[in-house]
């Protein structure tokens, strides 16, 4: 068999193509956004993105149900869009077997939270294995399987961001190719009217403590659940990325209980490590899961006393907080100057933020690249919550405030953003005769994370036509009858559009089209440059906060504009913030 270094989201889709899954369906989210990526690699699975985590997650259950084996991704956050299927479906079963991966995101490098998914498994009661490195993301993918359809119950993938992103040799297998299992009409199995549901909770009760049995016993033969004793006056218990951690911080210093599958968890495998080891501690990043697990059982262990419940572990951390030494760490002579996130030069987002800051606007943000808008110089979101917020939340703010606020107020959403959760928002505005603006923040693609397509773009994943929604005729069949649509570099026109929008005694929609500046489709003009003579070094090109402008030393001691050619596409939004007329187009020489 060959070897391959992978990605844990790379091994989770060779996972999926081994285990002859037929159907994927996601959303994109980082950190879990290349596991569907890759699985569109393989041919013989058909793969979609979702408009949101709820119709991925539904669409695998449907497929399970009709005989294939199906997968679904998704990150923490997106876990909860789709929990209202999760739940049932853990009542129902399923037919062919269907895993979900949830990837949560500790430290939050990509998120606005750091939620623990295994709460989601625990108030589910579906069973949890989480890997610890490529190898296991692959071989826990196939094992999910095996465990849904003996259990008959959907199985979840638990990752992080770490092991999602970190690569390590994968040893490659071929693909089972199965036959698509026979449906069977089963209202009472799959029909969760009460009557129904009552005694499909006996079973799920029933199927806990069977999979708790797994846990002890077929688990540890497995090598899912593992001792390994060392040094035993000290005892560690950790899952995951976790694990790895302890290994490289304590090496033969300590003795080590790997829980390669979170829920449900063992106790009498628990309780015989702890006879046998001195002191033991939990190692868990985000909550005390394991921790309040052993500590119900009676179990003597060490966990957040020492280990805080917030962000990121390390080597570092484990080795202090056990040894009280440090590792080796690589210094600089010189401070790391802080690399705060930006919009990119020539992002259509930040002309439309830019025209708005004309106004002392309240702005209800959403998730998505525009989010970084909230930074400075921009300034110009005042919230932001969860996906499709931002409409439904300015709703409620303009409700509460009242007429005079709503014609000071705007919320701003991404395309995507907007087709995963904003619709029901927007359709709330016009039902319940609201007088919010909304702006879509159409740049023709998903861009937070990494240019995936969507509903709106008229693209699917694997960049086949297809047809786009019509997001002007959308808001049109909603009940919304003014809707404008501009080019967010035409900053005047921008100004007029929201204006004459906000004085309207009904909703509006605003949709500010134009492509993000990173497709390759997009051909940009020829970089601006600042003219010396007419530049008086008033700084106010700075606040349009572009990465590609700076301010230089200039003549009589006085600092200039300065544009970074290299950087500069062209868009001329920054021309239009200079009062002086001092930015211009580059003037080509010639031959």
């Not at 976790?242 to 063992?266: D, F, H, I, Q, W």
């Not at 899961?289 to 059982?297: G, P």
């Not at 959403?366 to 400075?376: E, K, N, P, V």
């Not at 773009?457 to 047809?467: E, F, H």
Request: net charge negative; proline share 6%.
């Amino acid at each position: 068999m060959s070897k391959s270094l992978l990605l844990g989201n790379e091994a989770v889709a060779r996972g999926i193509y081994e285990s002859g899954a037929t159907v994927v369906s996601a959303y994109p989210g980082t950190p879990s956004t290349e596991i569907t990526e890759n699985v569109v690699k393989y041919g013989e699975i058909y793969s979609e993105w979702a408009p949101n985590e709820k119709v991925a997650f539904e669409v695998a259950h449907g497929a399970c149900l009709g005989g294939a084996r199906s997968f679904c991704a998704m990150k923490h956050v997106g876990l909860n869009v789709a929990a209202d299927p999760l739940y049932t479906a853990s009542y129902i079963g399923v037919n062919g077997g269907m895993v979900c991966a949830v990837a949560d995101d500790p430290g939050m490098h990509s998120s606005q939270n750091e939620q623990d998914s295994r709460h989601h498994a625990i108030a589910s009661k579906v069973p949890m294995l989480e890997p610890c490195d490529s190898q296991e993301c692959k071989d826990y993918t196939k094992l999910a399987y095996e465990l849904s359809e003996r259990f008959d119950t959907p199985a979840l993938l638990r990752l992080s961001t770490r092991i999602s992103h970190s690569r390590s040799l994968v040893e490659l297998a071929d693909r089972e190719n199965r036959e698509l299992k026979p449906y069977t009409k089963d209202p009472m199995k799959n029909v969760m009217m009460p009557a129904m549901a009552r005694g499909a909770h006996v079973k799920v009760e029933k199927r806990t403590e069977a999979l708790r049995r797994w846990a002890e016993t077929e688990a540890v033969d497995l090598g899912v659940n593992t001792i390994e004793y060392n040094d035993k006056r000290i005892g560690i218990i950790a899952a995951g990325t976790c694990y790895t951690y302890a290994k490289e911080a304590l090496g033969t210093r300590a003795s080590y209980l790997k829980l390669g599958m979170v829920n449900p968890l063992p106790i009498q495998l628990i309780i015989d490590f702890a006879r046998n080891v001195g002191q033991v501690y939990v190692i868990e990043e985000l909550d005390d899961i394991i921790e309040t697990h052993c500590r119900k059982h009676g179990i003597p262990v060490i966990g957040k006393l020492l280990f805080p419940l917030v962000g990121e572990f390390s080597q570092n951390t484990i080795r202090e907080a056990l040894l009280g030494e440090e590792l080796p760490r690589q210094t600089f002579d010189e401070p790391i100057p802080p690399r705060p996130p930006v919009l990119c030069a020539g992002c259509p987002h930040r002309g439309l933020f830019y025209a708005l800051k004309k106004y002392k606007l309240y702005v209800s943000g959403d998730i998505g690249c525009y989010t970084l808008g909230a930074q400075a110089p921009l300034a110009m979101i005042d919230s932001c919550v969860c996906m499709g917020a931002s409409i439904s939340g300015l709703h409620g703010f303009n409700t509460a405030r009242g007429k005079e606020q709503a014609k000071k107020s705007v919320a701003v959403i991404g395309d995507s953003t907007f087709c995963h959760s904003g619709v029901t928002g927007l359709m709330d505005i016009a039902y319940n005769k609201g007088i919010s603006t909304v702006i879509v923040l159409d740049n023709s693609i998903t861009g937070m994370t990494g240019h995936q397509n969507n509903p709106a773009n008229g693209y699917t994943i694997s960049g086949d036509p297809t047809t786009a929604i019509d997001l002007e005729a959308l808001a049109h069949a909603l009940g919304i009858r003014r809707v404008v649509t501009v080019d967010p570099f035409d900053i005047e026109a921008v100004r007029r559009a929201v204006e004459t929008e906000l004085e309207a005694e009904e909703p509006s929609l605003i949709v500010s089209r134009r492509p993000c500046a990173l497709l390759k489709s997009v051909k940009h003009k020829p970089s601006m440059r600042v003219n010396p003579d007419k530049c008086v070094g008033c700084k106010a090109c700075l606040q349009v906060g572009c990465p590609a402008l700076s301010h230089v030393p200039g003549k009589d001691g006085k600092t200039m504009a300065a544009i970074d050619p290299t950087q500069c596409v062209g868009c001329a939004v920054c021309a239009q913030a200079c009062r002086f007329g001092a930015i211009e187009p580059t003037v080509k020489e010639e031959n």
